[in-house]
């Protein structure tokens, strides 16, 4: 049932546990799905520094022939992740799937190659924005913008010598930015 040196949990709900045995009973028709930051990688102060634990890919590899699919869910560009993670070429990742800004992009190792539709000009007209609306909501140092290519933007405060302050003063005006142009604002860690 499972790795004596490696006990799995036990999960703490019922639903949890119906959830573990169907796994375990059939472990080929289960899809494993998981975030890239936070999970496969740490999060760190500087997100373009953030790369895969050196163990990510052999587990993977380890674990992909024994499931129906893996895939990988990130806020970041799925080309972006699949770098960071070492994905390409990977030996048993062969049908790995990487969902780009939380599913508006889809890499998979088959074709290599990123889909998605075309972006929401929304997401350009939050951007340009962006900028005077955080100097406006009184941006601390440590606050930054984390470029995301055209489908999304980030502003980050996890630099700030008080990281949940300047995110609860912006809340508001992100909000209210965002709203006009039918995006929404996604907190992050």
Not at 69 to 93: C, K, Q
């Amino acid at each position: 049932m499972g790795n004596p040196a490696h006990p799995l949990p036990t999960p703490s709900t019922q639903a949890g546990r119906e959830g573990l045995a169907a796994l375990l009973a059939r472990p080929d028709r289960a899809v494993v799905a998981l975030d890239f930051d936070g999970t496969l990688a740490d999060i760190v102060p500087d997100p373009e520094q953030s790369r895969a634990h050196p163990d990510v890919v052999p587990a993977l590899s380890a674990l992909a022939p024994r499931v129906a699919a893996v895939a990988v869910i990130t806020g970041r560009p799925a080309d972006t992740a699949v770098r960071y993670g070492g994905f390409v070429g990977a030996r048993g990742l062969d049908h790995l799937v990487v969902l780009g800004h939380y599913g508006a992009e889809r890499w998979d190792a088959v074709t290599a190659a990123v889909h998605a539709p075309d972006p929401d000009p929304g997401v350009a007209a939050v951007r340009a924005e962006l900028p005077a609306v955080l100097a406006e909501a009184g941006a601390d140092s440590g606050t930054w913008i984390e470029e995301k290519g055209d489908r999304a933007g980030a502003g980050h405060t996890r630099r700030a010598a008080d990281p949940p302050a300047p995110f609860e003063a912006q809340r508001a005006p992100l909000d209210d930015l965002a709203a006009p142009h039918r995006q929404i604002v996604e907190p992050g860690r």
